[in-house]
C-alpha cells in the first residue's frame, strides 16, 4: 500500500534478516579477533545485531573490564558500542548501546597491523596518532580517550608530547583551550584508579603559563577575538574552581584583577573579569559601586561602557535576580541614559539579556517594571538579610546534600 515503513521492515527481516551467521572454530583467523573474541566472551557481552543497551557500574571490577574494552574498540575505529549520556552527576556510570554489523570483521582486519591484541593495537595506535599530531588542544583529547582506554604506554607517549608543545607554544589561547581536557582527565583518577601525578604537574606548569601571559593577550584586542577570548574565559575558571588548589587560587584572583584594573584591556573581558572577582566575593558593594562608576561614567565611551556591561553580566541572569545591590547599580545606570546614547548601547544590551533563560528576563523585566532610580548610599543598604532566618535553613540544605558536620552552626 506504499508504506516505506513496511517495505523496510520486510526488506530487514525477510532479505537482509538480523541473524548473524557464523565460521567453523577451526577457521584460521587473526589475532585482533581471536583476541576480542576471546575478551567478548570472559566479558559475557551480547554479539547481536540488534541494539542492546547496558549500563555500566565503574565501582564493579567486571564493569570497568567491559567500559575498558569498549573503549578500545572505539579508539580503533571499531563502533561496537556506542556511548550515551546517563542521568546524575557521578562519573561512576556509563551508558553503552551495543550494535555488532558484520562488517566490523574488515575493520578488525584493517586494524590488525596495529597489534595481536586488542591493548597492543590500541597503544601503538594511538602512540603514532601522537607522533604525528601537533595540535595541544587536540592531543589532550586523545589523552582523554586513552586514560578511559587504561592505556598506560600511550598516556607516557601523549604526556610527554603535551609537555613539549605545551613548552613550545607562546599561543596563550591555545593552552586555555587545551586546559578542560586535561583538567577532565584528571576527574578519572578517583573512579579508574588511574595514577594521574604526571598529569598533574603538567596541567599545574600549563595553568601557571597561562596566568603570566593572559593579561598582556587581553590587550587591544577586538571584538571578535575579545568574544573568543571570553569563551574560553569560562572554561578556564571552570578548570581553577574544579581544581581547588589554594596557591592556583591565589593567582587567578591576582590574574583577575590585573585585567581588570588595566584601561589597555579589553572592555569586555576586564567585564567579566570584574564580575569574577566580585563572584569570589574580593569587592564589597562600595567597591564595586566604585568599579562600576570608573566603568561607565559618562566620560567613556559609551560602546566601550556596554562592552565592559555585557562582559559583567554574562551568565548573571539569575545573580541580578537575588542581588539586590547589584541590580541598583545596572539599573540606575540605564535609567540616567540619554535617548542618544541608549540607543548606542542596546544592540549590546539586548544580545547580553538574549543569553538569559526565557523564565530569567521574564522575571526581569518584572523587576524592571517596579524598579526606579536609586541613589548610591540606598544601593549600599538595600541587601537587609535576617541572618538568624537564614541560618535555619542551613541543617536542612547541609542533610539535602549529603553533609554531615557536628560543627555548632548558630
Known sequence: MGED???SLIHKELIVSPKIGSVPVESPKPPLQVDIEKIQKQLRLPLTEEEKEIILDLREERDMQK????HRLSLLGIKWGIKRSVSGKGTFKEAWILHWDPAFSIDIIDKGVWGNSVEEAANNFLVSRASQENSLSVIT?????SLLSDLPIATQALLKRIDSLAAASSDVMQLMAALPSLVNALRYGNVRKIDTEILS????????RIFISLPSAC??????AAQQLLDLFFSLNDSVSLLQKETQLNNWYKTLFAISENKNSSSLIAGYATRLIYDYKLLDSEKLASAFGLALSPAVEYSHAGSWLEGFLRGSGTILLIDNALWGLINNWVNTLQDDHFIQVLPLLRR?????SNPERRKLGEKAKGSGVTTTSAILS???FDHDNGMLAVPVILELLGIKTE????
Open 352 to 356: 547580553t539579556f538574549s543569553q538569559y
Open 5 to 7: 515503513i513496511l517495505m
Open 67 to 70: 567500559s575498558i574494552f569498549l
Open 407 to 410: 560543627t555548632n552552626l548558630s
Open 201 to 208: 604537574v603538567i596541567v599545574d606548569s600549563i595553568i601557571a
Open 382 to 384: 538595600s541587601s537587609n
Open 141 to 145: 583529547s586523545i589523552l582523554e580517550d
Open 219 to 224: 590587550f587591544s584586542v577586538d571584538e571578535d
